[in-house]
T-cell receptor, first 114, second 112 residues
Framework: GQQLNQSPQSMFIQEGEDVSMNCTSS?????WLWYKQDPGEGPVLLIA?????ELTSNGRLTAQFGITRKDSFLNISASIPSDVGIYFC??????????????FGKGTLLTVNP | SQTIHQWPATLVQPVGSPLSLECTVE??????LYWYRQAAGRGLQLLFY??????ISSEVPQNLSASRPQDRQFILSSKKLLLSDSGFYLC???????????FGPGTRLTVL
């Protein structure tokens, strides 16, 4: 099946630092979503992107839908300990019977040292 | 706003026993519904999805089945559990008019 390459796989940062993670694919997507999952819980939607080039912020989070429609990034500014968790990108492919499904990246595990 | 409920939260079952996990949705009608499994190590594997009552699509061959007897109810079942069925099971649903999936709190299944 289609794959999203999410990187980095894990990050260890100090509180206050900025964080950047991204997802890339060889296929075109018409939707990009970013989720955060706390340990033992379900993923929570952080940001949804629907247009190529779109740049959206949610508090300290900023995400962009790549202009080629094959990539997206998520930035977290001034990290705090509660930012710890797994961040997933997800996208909906254009056509190919994928109207009802999302393709997920494998996640970025973020650890923030106080 | 949409809310996804799952139960039980945790479950420990012996190999060969049956399974029934339930997911219900509040706050939207006619959602697309999904069952995912997340093994230790993070990735989300889509197991089943449903676009309507009694309409189930299976993504991977496996020991599990899904049913949707009502618009806002999605059930994951097995007649005989295997050790490899252990994992974190997540139900998700779409809201009205969007591709965004909202997840439930998950069920941690341990098969011994």
């Amino acid at each position: 099946g289609q794959q999203l390459n999410q990187s980095p796989q894990s990050m260890f940062i100090q509180e206050g630092e900025d964080v950047s993670m991204n997802c890339t694919s060889s296929s075109i997507f018409n939707t990009w979503l970013w989720y955060k999952q706390d340990p033992g819980e379900g993923p929570v939607l952080l940001i949804a992107l629907y247009k190529a080039g779109e740049l959206t912020s949610n508090g300290r989070l900023t995400a962009q839908f790549g202009i080629t429609r094959k990539d997206s990034f998520l930035n977290i500014s001034a990290s705090i300990p509660s930012d710890v968790g797994i961040y997933f990108c997800a996208g909906q492919l254009v056509g190919g019977g994928s109207n009802y499904k999302l393709t997920f990246g494998k996640g970025t595990l973020l650890t923030v040292n106080p | 706003s949409q809310t996804i409920h799952q139960w039980p939260a945790t479950l420990v079952q012996p190999v060969g026993s049956p399974l029934s996990l339930e997911c219900t949705v509040e706050g939207t009608s006619n959602p697309n519904l999904y069952w995912y499994r997340q093994a230790a190590g993070r990735g989300l594997q889509l197991l089943f999805y449903s676009i309507g009552i009694d309409q189930i699509s299976s993504e991977v061959p496996q020991n599990l089945s899904a049913s949707r007897p009502q618009d806002r109810q999605f059930i994951l079942s097995s007649k005989k559990l295997l050790l490899s069925d252990s994992g974190f099971y997540l139900c998700a649903g779409t809201g009205t008019g969007g591709n965004e999936q909202f997840f439930g709190p998950g069920t941690r299944l341990t098969v011994l």
